[in-house]
């Protein structure tokens, strides 16, 4: 119970937060689990895990061509560490956010802008088991970033008017903020790119019984304070002011409760902050065993994101599968412009098992004489 009442004073802390959020984190963020923090990298049961999600929004709204995410990562516990019961794990992971299309302010003459932001990242952790039964673990995690961000001026002149407040009708502070920390504005320039390598390190607790899991974990991002700047590809030698990237910080927990054979609870929440950005997910997940045979779950749930957006789960575990989607939905001034429907997501997981084959002595039987 302690552990219980822990969880949720840091869920109700978190939730009081100033929050002035930002889209670009997945609502189904349990199938980005090396995104939300590196010390998740090996974290699980099984030889290899593999997986993707893919993220659309405001594609529905009126005048918008919606924006795009897809992520993409693969991790496996590899060694054993300093004791038996330790291991290392390592893991790789890609990811790519990015948008086009045009203003349509002045149709005679509209602004055409794109932004495209690309990450690979590898990471590493090493599993610090606190007992022999391996039920309660901590985790160091330490991952890199090399980014790419590719985008032109025209789009970020002013940000009011981008893409998104075409989309939304009004102006959305969650992607205006975003962009206001991850980019540095731009002057007389056609086109602008930023390179930069990152580092991030994070943390993850792990307490299992036979009735319940608790996981709660925090990690930081941006460390080493990478600085970059843009430059404009149209003119020979030209380039913006260098920026900084922001410190960004990664809190997150859940708590899952197993009622009975068929049945269990997954209370979570997922804090996010870069610069100015911040968003915080809000969530609680049902699975349902309706084949104990063939080894099928359902899961259903529902959520709150900066309390703009109601969220929708859904999924299915069958075998060495995971499969989950989310929807979610305006409850902001968005909402003139989505019809109430903000985006979707589309994710899968395959936990793979590598059996060794035993090594035997053959044995000759001498026949009888």
């Not at 003459?109 to 990471?123: A, L, M």
């Not at 991952?143 to 998104?164: A, V």
């Not at 709660?216 to 003119?235: C, H, K, N, V, W």
């Not at 412009?337 to 997501?345: L, T, Y």
Request: hydrophobic share 35%; with cysteine; proline share 4%.
């Amino acid at each position: 119970m302690k552990y219980c009442k822990v969880y949720f004073f840091l869920l109700f802390w978190v939730s009081t937060a100033c929050l002035n959020g930002q889209d670009t984190h997945f609502t189904n963020y349990h199938f980005t689990p090396l995104t939300v923090n590196p010390a998740y990298t090996g974290a699980f049961y099984g030889s290899y895990r593999v997986g993707g999600i893919y993220k659309d929004n405001y594609t529905l709204a009126k005048n918008a061509n919606g924006y795009h995410t897809i992520n993409v990562f693969a991790d496996a516990p590899i060694i054993k560490g300093f004791r038996s019961t330790d291991w290392i794990g390592i893991g790789v992971e890609t990811n790519q956010f990015s948008y086009t299309g045009s203003t349509k302010n002045d149709e005679r003459n509209p602004e055409k802008y794109s932004f495209n932001w690309t990450n690979f990242k590898i990471s590493g952790a090493y599993h610090f088991s606190l007992n022999k039964k391996q039920t309660r673990v901590l985790t160091l995690g330490v991952q890199m970033n090399m980014s790419s961000i590719n985008f032109n001026d025209e789009g970020l002149k002013n940000l009011n008017n981008t893409r998104y407040s075409i989309a939304t009708g009004l102006a959305d502070p969650d992607m205006t903020r975003f962009l206001s920390s991850v980019t540095k504005q731009t002057t007389n320039s056609a086109q602008a790119r930023a390179n930069y390598r990152d580092f991030s390190t994070g943390l993850l607790f792990v307490d299992k019984t036979k009735s319940r899991e608790l996981r709660f974990g925090f990690a930081l991002e941006g460390i080493t304070r990478p600085e970059y700047a843009g430059r404009d590809t149209s003119r020979a030698n030209a380039s913006v002011a260098p920026f900084r990237k922001p410190l960004g910080l990664h809190i997150h927990g859940e708590y899952e409760m197993i009622l009975n054979k068929t049945t269990r609870i997954i209370p979570a929440v997922y804090y996010y902050s870069l610069g100015v950005a911040n968003a915080l997910n809000v969530n609680g997940r049902i699975k349902y065993l309706i084949n104990p045979e063939k080894d099928v779950t359902l899961v259903g749930g529902a959520g709150l994101r900066n309390f703009r957006q109601a969220i929708l789960l859904f999924g299915a575990e069958f075998g060495n599968y995971q499969l989950g989607g989310s929807f979610d939905f305006d409850l902001s001034e968005s909402a003139i412009a989505s019809g109430g429907f903000h985006g979707f997501e589309i994710g899968l997981i395959y936990k793979g098992l590598i059996h060794k084959k035993p090594k035997t002595t053959p044995i000759i039987l001498c026949p009888r004489i």
